[in-house]
């Protein structure tokens, strides 16, 4: 388990609600990946995400799709790559990343409570 934190700690997560607007192939990454972009509305806009998804997900199938992603984290170098937002996921039985996504549709940009 990880440390206790409070929860003042948890409200400085930014966690937001986006779209897939665009899922590239990143043949760059030392593990298998795509550059995401992410729309997360008017207040945010889109952002670029690198996520480690090829093995559970087609590009294809991820655009229009919604997912949740920490957006107050520091812009992070990924090769070539800058990404702007952390994509959430969870691992599966074998450890492939799987999103982590609303249960129904919801207006973007919505933040996590």
């Known amino acids: 388990m990880a440390v206790t934190i409070t929860f003042d700690d948890f409200q400085r997560v930014d966690v937001r609600v986006g779209r897939i607007v665009r899922a590239d192939p990143f043949p760059e990454a030392r593990k298998p990946a795509y550059k995401l972009v992410i729309d997360f509305g008017a207040d945010l806009g889109t952002r670029t995400s690198s996520a ?21 984290f520091p812009p992070r170098q990924i090769g070539p790559f800058m990404s702007q937002v952390l994509t959430l996921g969870v691992p599966d039985a074998e450890g492939r990343v799987v999103l982590v996504t609303p249960e129904r549709e919801v207006p973007i940009g919505g933040r996590m409570f």
Do not use: E, I, P
């Open 52 to 72: 480690q998804l090829t093995h559970c997900y087609a590009a294809a199938d991820l655009v229009g799709r919604q997912v949740l992603a920490v957006v107050n």
